[in-house]
């Protein structure tokens, strides 16, 4: 069997996944092209920077300190049932298993379901708006299959919504809460989009980037629809 290709690591952090002290492994490939993002050194298939058996050793080494690793992109399901072989044999280390995805793989999903503990699903625009963001015409429907996916397994999950202004109006943002909130969905973050690589035909201004937030009555609404927002600014 081939090997997980691992592209980065962070050995700290306390937001990636609610709750935990945790590391995460940006895993190589994504199937997605995102106008915004923040990892395009990620996006292709190919050799990984860090050696996966010493990886492993060192997740050893912090057995008592972290609580959780956090499978990242990317998108970490990209790489199949060489993923999910991995993350069983961190978590018999005794680790949560927790996984950031954009939601393009359900099957992939529903096999590493009985490993991973929780996830960070993306919802980056309404259906119509996705296949101008995303690159992908099926991108919509295979994150909305993700979900249904992962609301079966009665685990912990987030779903977060990036607001680029490009491509997330406020009327945009409601619709997508709607969304989620009559799916039943529990825990939502409305995450600031940060401009990482903006071409100059199309950069967004502070005041658009910073709308979602400062409308104190979209927060209000939107915070009453669900038992737990996170604003990400």
Not at 108 to 122: E, K, P, Q, S, Y
Not at 194 to 206: C, Q
Not at 221 to 233: D, L, T
Request: glycine share 8%; proline share 5%.
């Amino acid at each position: 069997m081939r090997e997980i290709q691992i592209g980065g690591l962070v050995p700290f952090t306390t937001i990636d996944y609610p709750g935990k002290l945790a590391c995460v492994l940006f895993l190589v490939g994504c199937p997605l092209r995102c106008v915004y993002c923040s990892n395009p050194h990620l996006l292709s298939t190919g050799e990984g920077e860090y050696d996966p058996a010493r990886v492993f050793e060192w997740l050893k080494s912090r057995v008592g300190r972290l609580e959780a690793v956090v499978f990242s992109g990317g998108e970490a399901l990209m790489q199949g049932d060489v993923v999910i072989e991995y993350m069983r044999r961190v978590r018999a280390l005794g680790f949560k298993i927790g996984l950031h995805t954009n939601g393009f793989y359900p099957d992939t999903l529903a096999r590493a379901a009985d490993t991973v503990d929780w996830i960070g699903l993306d919802f980056k625009a309404t259906r119509e708006k996705y296949p101008d963001l995303t690159g992908q015409h099926i991108a919509y429907d295979n994150m909305i299959r993700s979900l249904d996916v992962w609301q079966t397994t009665g685990k912990d999950f987030e779903v977060r919504i990036t607001c680029d202004p490009r491509f997330i109006s406020t009327d945009d943002l409601l619709e997508i809460v709607g969304i989620l909130s009559s799916r039943g969905v529990k825990n939502v973050a409305i995450q600031k989009y940060i401009p990482h690589f903006e071409d100059d035909d199309h950069k967004t201004t502070a005041p658009q980037r910073d709308v979602f937030f400062s409308d104190a009555q979209l927060r209000d609404k939107i915070n009453s629809m669900f038992p737990s927002v996170i604003w990400r600014e």
